[in-house]
């Protein structure tokens, strides 16, 4: 109970309101191993994904099976939450298991149901508009970073935010170097070489998914 009250969806919710909500919404959990797939493309899914331990990996793969990473979350984010909304409406993207996850599925049908038990659904659907909308605010700066032409331009590009997001010129990054190359939509191959004639130039260091940035990265935009 501690997790799930704890997280960015129930936030003011109290244990007791949660319990309640329980038993309206068709509150269940389920684990998965790495690799599993918990919502598939295609599929049409009537519940939101609350992650409770582990992380999930929003992806994408087209015909040719190259893929792109959307995004990953973590412990207390959610998935699926605009799919489950939009009745009828096919997943265009996987939800994939980026380590072993517990997930609680909680019914989006009977979110939007009154319940005379429980007054705090609105506030869970609150909640879950600032979420919605955080998550638009992410998509948005991810195709910023994929905009420039360079794998230079794009590495800067999300380093930079990173460095002002951190608040710090070392950052440590949530991805692998593959994980990195599919965010950025890169051949991973071409993106480890880059990296390493940023190194060489001077303008990084790093060591694993830990980045020093040397220089001011003010050069992206002649870059792109």
Known sequence: MKIISQTALFQGCSDEDILNMAK???????????????????????????????????????????????????????????????????????????????????????????????????????????????????????????SPKTIRGRLLSYFSQQVSVQGSRKIVIPFDRQQLADYLNLDRSALSKELGKMRKDGLIEFNKNTFTIKEIIQAAGNLR
């Open 24 to 146: 309206h919404l068709d509150f269940r959990t389920a684990r998965y191993g790495k690799g599993n797939v918990i919502f598939g493309a295609g599929s049409i899914v009537t519940d939101i994904g609350l992650v409770l331990f582990g992380s999930v990996q929003i992806e994408h793969t087209d015909l040719w099976g190259n893929k792109s990473i959307l995004g990953i979350v973590h412990a207390g984010g959610v998935f699926a939450e605009s799919y489950a909304c939009i009745p009828d409406e096919p997943m265009m993207v996987d939800a994939v298991a980026n380590e072993e996850c517990n997930i609680l599925f909680i019914s989006v049908p009977k979110l939007f149901q009154p319940c005379p038990v429980c007054g705090s659904q609105n506030r869970l659907i609150r909640n879950l508009v600032m979420i919605s909308a955080r998550k638009n605010l992410q998509l948005s700066k991810r195709s910023l970073y994929t």
